[in-house]
C-alpha cells in the first residue's frame, strides 16, 4: 500500500507510461527503423585508417570484426522496429516488440561504441577513426533515439526512470569514460582498468535505468500448438542458430571481438525475451520434451563438425568438463542447500582415481581398467571420500559447514602433493602428479587418434568432446531424475526448513549425506575424462580459488550466477565463466578485479541467476509478481 | 485405490485404546523446569485438548511427545512402543504434528508440500528414482493420488500449483494440516491452530478437525481460544507452570476454582501458586 502510494506521489500523472523521449509515434518509428537500417549499412564503411586494430576495419564495402556485429543489431532493430510498427505483424512479436527495438538498438549502441572507443584506445587518439566510424555512431544512436519515442505497451506500469535518473546515468558513465581516456592519452597506467571499471558500471547503471524502464518479462497466453513435424523443424532451426552463435562466441579471436558478441548477445537475449518471441521457443521446447533433448544432444555434438579447429574442441571438452562438475555442485547447493566450498576436491578425487588404474607408467598402481570401470571406480572412489567427509561435518548447519568443506579441500590438494613417497608413501607422485595417462581406448577404438566423418576430420579433442557429451547427458539425466522425485523433494524440503522437514519423516542427517555423495560422485564422473584429456594429474587445479576456470570459487560462481536449482543455468554458468576467463585475457592482471565487480553487479541486478527456477524468480521479484499472484487468488 | 484409507496404524479406530502415552515427562533446560511430570493419555477416537496460560510449557511437551526434544525424565509410548527421540522416526511410527508458528516449504507448491509429507509411507530410493522402474512410476501415482485426495479434503485442490508462500494464511495452516495428514498419522498434534484466525476462520478450523477424528485419527490440539476448544475437546488438560492442574472434560475444567485462578490470576491475597499475569484477553472473555 504505502509503496503504490509513494510511486505515485513522487511521479506525475501518467508519466510512468510515458515515452522518455516524447515525439510523433510516426517519427519514433521512423527513426527507430531507419536508424536500424542506417547502422547495418554503415557496417560496411571503413571505422578506422590503420589495419592493426584487430578484425581490420578500413574496408568500404565489406564488414570485418566486430562490424558484423554491428550490421546484426542494426539489422535485428530494423526488423523489431518493423514488427512493432506494424499492427498485423503482432504474432511474430506477442510481447512487447516496442521494448525488444529499444534493447536491440542499446545492443547495436554498445557494440559499435565499444568498438569506436576500443580504437581510438588501442591506436591512440580519436584521429584514428574515420567517417564511416562517426557515421555508425550516429547511426546507432539515432536508432537508439528512436526506439525511446516508441509507445510504451500498456503492461509496464513499474516505475519508470526519472530524466534525472537518465542524465544522472548517461552523464556519470561519459564522465568517467572521459576520466578513463584522459589517464590514457596521459599515459597513465591506470587508465586501462579506469576504462573497464567505467564501461561496467555504466552497463550496469544503464540495465537497472532500462529494467525499469521496459518492466518485467511480459506474460502471455499459451500459443496454439503447432502439429509436431513444424515444432521439430522450428526446434532444429532454434537449435542451429543456437549452435551458430556459440560457435561464433568460442571461436572469437580476439578479446574485444568477445566484448562486443557478449553485448549484442546479452542485449539479444533481452529483447527477445521482451518480445515473447523466448516465451514461444520455450513453450515449442516444453511440449516436446523427449524430442528436444534429443535434438539439444545432436546439437552440442555436431559442434566439432562446426568448429574443426582442435584448439575449439579442447575449450569444449573443457567446458563440458566444468559444467559437469557445476552441475553435481547444484545437487549440493541448489538441491539441498549446503554450501560446499571445497568442491573441487571431488573433481581431483575422480581425476586422481582414473589416473592411478588408467596404466599410466606414473602411476603407483600397476592396474590398466577399461574406461567404464575406470569411470565407475572414479564415481565410486569420490563418492565415498564425499560420505567420508559428510559423516562427520553434516551434524553442523549453515556457515559452519562451509567452514569445514573449506578446509578439506585445502588439505585434499595438500595431501596429494605429499604422497610422494617422501612426506608420505607415493601414491600420487606429489606435485609432479601422474603424467603420461594414456589415451582411453573404448570397445577398441583409441580416442588419441583423429577419425574422417562426412568429410570432416575428428581430432583426439572432438573424441573426448563426444565422450564426455555423453556423460553430460547421464549427468543431466541423474540430476533432472533425482531432482524431480521423492529424494528431490526431501532434499528441497531440507533446505527450505530442516525442523519442518524432520517432522516430516525426513531423516536429514541421511538425506543431507546422500546429496553430498550424489554431488561427489557425478564430480568424480567429469574427473575420470578430465585426467585422460589433460595427459596428467596434479594437485594445482584443485585450488578455492584462482583465475583458471575448474576451482571451487568458480564452480559455486557458475551454479549461483546460472541459476541453483536448475538443470540448464549451472551449464549456462559454467560455459560463460570459461569463456569468458579464456577470452578476457586483454585484461591481464586486472581480470579477477574486472570479474568481480561483474559478479557483485550481476547479484545485485538478477539475484536469481541466469536461469531462473520458478520458485527463486518469486522469491526475488514478489514485489512485481504480487499483483499477478493476488489476481489469480481471486479468481481461484 | 478405494479399498486403501489415509489411516493405516489406525485402521480400526476400537474407541478407547490407548494410544499415545506420556507418563511423568520432564524437561529441564538448566535450571529451568518447563515441563514437571506430566501424565497424558491419548486415546484412539478422542480430541484432547491442552491449555495453558503462556508459557506453561504446552509447546514444550509437545515438543518432548514429538522427539524434537528428548525428555529429561519420564517415557513416552505409542501404541505400547517407547518412542524413539527423533522427529522422523515418531512421525514413522504415526505422530504428525503442525507447528504453532507456520512452517511450511515456502518456495515449494502446495501440492509438492504435502508430497514431502508422504515421505515416511513412500520407499523409492535414490536409484529407483533415476531407474525410474514401473514400481517408481506406481508409488509416485499413488502418493500424487493420495495427496490430491488430501487438498480435497482441506479444499485447497484448486490451489496444487500455487507457491505455499502465496497462500493466505487460513490456508497455510490448512495446508500444514494436510501436510501433516500425509503421512498417514494415527495421532495429529496441532499446536495453536486457531492463532491468528477471524471467528469463520476458526469455526471452518472446528469442522475439519471433526472431520479429521472421522477419518479414524486422534487429535492433540494445544489452543488459547476457550470457545474452540471445550466445543471441540472429549477431554481438557490444564497445564500451569509445567505442572498438570487438572483434566476433565469441559465442564469440569471450565468450572475448575484454580483453573480460573490460573488464568485470571487471584483477586487480592494472590497467595495461590501460579498466579501469573499473563493472562489473554480471550480467555477473560471466557471466563466470565
Known amino acids: 500500500m504505502t509503496d503504490t502510494k509513494t510511486l505515485t506521489t513522487e511521479l506525475p500523472d501518467g508519466a510512468a507510461l510515458r515515452p522518455a523521449l516524447r515525439m510523433p509515434v510516426v517519427v519514433a518509428q521512423g527513426l527507430a527503423i531507419g536508424g536500424g537500417v542506417f547502422t547495418a549499412v554503415s557496417a560496411f564503411l571503413a571505422w578506422t585508417y590503420s589495419s592493426s586494430f584487430p578484425g581490420d576495419l578500413t574496408i568500404n564495402g565489406y564488414p570485418g570484426g566486430l562490424q558484423w556485429l554491428t550490421l546484426t543489431a542494426g539489422v535485428l532493430t530494423a526488423l523489431m522496429g518493423v514488427l512493432a510498427a506494424v499492427p498485423g505483424l503482432r504474432v511474430l512479436a506477442p510481447g512487447n516488440p516496442g521494448n525488444a527495438t529499444l534493447l536491440f538498438a542499446v545492443g547495436g549502441v554498445a557494440v559499435t561504441w565499444f568498438t569506436l572507443i576500443a580504437i581510438a584506445v588501442q591506436l591512440h587518439g580519436l584521429v584514428n577513426l574515420t567517417s564511416g566510424g562517426w557515421i555508425a555512431g550516429v547511426a546507432s544512436l539515432v536508432a537508439l533515439v528512436g526506439t525511446l519515442g516508441l509507445p510504451r505497451a500498456p503492461g509496464a506500469t513499474t516505475c519508470a526512470p526519472t530524466r534525472a535518473e537518465w542524465l544522472q546515468t548517461l552523464g556519470g558513465g561519459a564522465g568517467l569514460l572521459a576520466v578513463g581516456y584522459l589517464l590514457h592519452v596521459t599515459d597513465n597506467g591506470a587508465s586501462g582498468l579506469v576504462m573497464a571499471g567505467a564501461g561496467v558500471v555504466l552497463i550496469a547503471r544503464l540495465c537497472i535505468v532500462l529494467s525499469r524502464y521496459t518492466g518485467p518479462t511480459p506474460t502471455l497466453r499459451a500459443a496454439k500448438r503447432l502439429p509436431v513435424a513444424l515444432d521439430v523443424v522450428l526446434m532444429v532451426v532454434m537449435l542451429a542458430i543456437a549452435l551458430e552463435v556459440f560457435a561464433y562466441g568460442v571461436d572469437t579471436p580476439y578479446g574485444q571481438l568477445f566484448v562486443g558478441f557478449l553485448a549484442v548477445l546479452c542485449f539479444g537475449f533481452w529483447a527477445l525475451s521482451q518480445s515473447g518471441l523466448l516465451r514461444r521457443a520455450t513453450e515449442v521446447f516444453d511440449r516436446n520434451r523427449a524430442v528436444a533433448a534429443v535434438l539439444g544432444f545432436l546439437t552440442a555434438a555436431a559442434f566439432v563438425f562446426v568448429q574443426q579447429s582442435d584448439a575449439d574442441a579442447a575449450l569444449g571438452v573443457n567446458v563440458l568438463i566444468f559444467a559437469a562438475t557445476a552441475l553435481g555442485l547444484n545437487v549440493v547447493v541448489g538441491l539441498a542447500g549446503l554450501l560446499d566450498l571445497g568442491y573441487v576436491a571431488f573433481l581431483g578425487v575422480g581425476a586422481y582415481a582414473a589416473a592411478l588404474v588408467s596404466g599410466a607408467v606414473t602411476s603407483s598402481v600397476h592396474a590398466t581398467f577399461p574406461f567404464w570401470a575406470a569411470a565407475l571406480t572414479g564415481a565410486a572412489v569420490s563418492g565415498i571420500f564425499g560420505v567420508l567427509l559428510g559423516a562427520p561435518t553434516l551434524r553442523v548447519r549453515g556457515d559452519y559447514l562451509a567452514i569445514v568443506t573449506l578446509g578439506f579441500g585445502e588439505i585434499f590438494r595438500i595431501v596429494v602433493s605429499n604422497l610422494d613417497g617422501v612426506s608420505g608413501p607415493n601414491v600420487t607422485g606429489g606435485p609432479n602428479g601422474i603424467v603420461n595417462i594414456p589415451d582411453l581406448s573404448i570397445l577398441g577404438f583409441n580416442l588419441g587418434n583423429p577419425h574422417t566423418i562426412l568429410g570432416a576430420t575428428i581430432g583426439r579433442f572432438a573424441n573426448y568432446f563426444w565422450l564426455m557429451l555423453i556423460i553430460m547427458a547421464i549427468i543431466m539425466l541423474v540430476f533432472s531424475r533425482a531432482a524431480d522425485s521423492r529424494i528431490g523433494r526431501a532434499w528441497v524440503a531440507i533446505r527450505e526448513d530442516e525442523t519442518a522437514a524432520t517432522a516430516m519423516g525426513i531423516n536429514g542427517f541421511r538425506f543431507k549425506l546422500l546429496a553430498f555423495a550424489l554431488g561427489a560422485s557425478l564430480a568424480g564422473l567429469a574427473g575420470t575424462v578430465m585426467a585422460h584429456v589433460n595427459f596428467s594429474v596434479v594437485p594445482d587445479p584443485f585450488v578455492f580459488a584462482g583465475p583458471v576456470p575448474p576451482n571451487s570459487a568458480f564452480l559455486l560462481a557458475a551454479v549461483v550466477i546460472g541459476g541453483m536449482g536448475t538443470v540448464s543455468g549451472p551449464i549456462v554458468g559454467a560455459t560463460l565463466f570459461y569463456l569468458l576467463q579464456q577470452k578476457l585475457t586483454f585484461l591481464q592482471s586486472n581480470e579477477l578485479l574486472i570479474f568481480g565487480v561483474a559478479l557483485i553487479l550481476f547479484m545485485r541486478l538478477r539475484p536469481e541467476g541466469i536461469i531462473a527456477s520458478k520458485s527463486r524468480k518469486l522469491e526475488f521479484h514478489e514485489a512485481e509478481e504480487a499483483p499477478a499472484a493476488q489476481l489469480s487468488t481471486a479468481g481461484a | ?288
Do not use: W
Open chain 2, 1 to 288: 485405490m478405494t479399498t486403501e484409507t489415509t489411516t493405516v496404524p489406525a485402521a480400526a479406530p476400537a474407541a478407547g485404546t490407548p494410544l499415545l502415552e506420556a507418563r511423568d515427562v520432564v524437561m529441564r533446560f538448566g535450571g529451568l523446569t518447563a515441563v514437571g511430570g506430566v501424565d497424558l493419555t491419548v486415546n484412539t477416537g478422542e480430541i484432547i485438548g491442552l491449555i495453558g496460560p503462556n508459557g506453561a510449557g504446552k509447546t514444550t511437551f509437545f515438543n518432548c511427545l514429538t522427539g524434537l526434544y528428548v525428555p529429561t525424565e519420564g517415557q513416552v509410548r505409542y501404541q505400547g512402543q517407547i518412542l524413539p527421540p527423533t522427529p522422523h522416526k515418531v512421525t514413522q511410527a504415526g505422530m504428525a504434528r503442525t507447528f504453532q508458528n507456520i512452517r511450511l516449504f515456502h518456495n515449494m507448491t502446495v501440492l509438492e508440500n504435502v508430497l514431502v509429507g508422504r515421505h515416511t509411507r513412500t520407499k523409492v530410493g535414490i536409484v529407483s528414482a533415476i531407474l525410474r522402474g514401473p514400481g517408481y512410476h506406481r508409488e509416485e501415482a499413488d502418493s500424487r493420488a493420495k495427496a490430491m485426495e488430501l487438498l480435497e479434503f482441506v479444499g485447497l485442490a484448486d490451489k496444487r500449483d500455487m507457491l505455499a508462500r502465496n497462500l493466505p494464511y487460513g490456508e497455510q495452516r490448512k495446508l500444514e494440516i494436510a501436510r501433516a495428514m500425509a503421512s498417514e498419522p494415527g495421532l495429529l498434534l496441532l499446536d495453536e491452530p486457531t492463532a491468528g484466525m477471524n471467528p469463520q476462520e476458526t469455526r471452518a478450523t472446528e469442522e475439519l478437525v471433526f472431520a479429521i477424528r472421522d477419518r479414524g485419527i486422534a487429535v492433540l490440539v494445544i489452543e488459547h481460544d476457550m470457545r474452540f476448544i471445550f466445543n471441540l475437546c472429549d477431554r481438557v488438560a490444564v497445564l500451569v507452570q509445567g505442572k498438570k492442574l487438572v483434566e476433565g472434560d469441559a465442564q469440569t475444567v471450565q468450572s475448575d476454582e484454580r483453573v480460573i485462578a490460573a488464568y485470571l490470576g487471584t483477586p487480592m491475597d494472590g497467595a495461590e501458586a501460579g498466579t501469573e499475569s499473563t493472562t489473554s484477553t480471550e480467555s477473560t472473555e471466557e471466563n466470565q
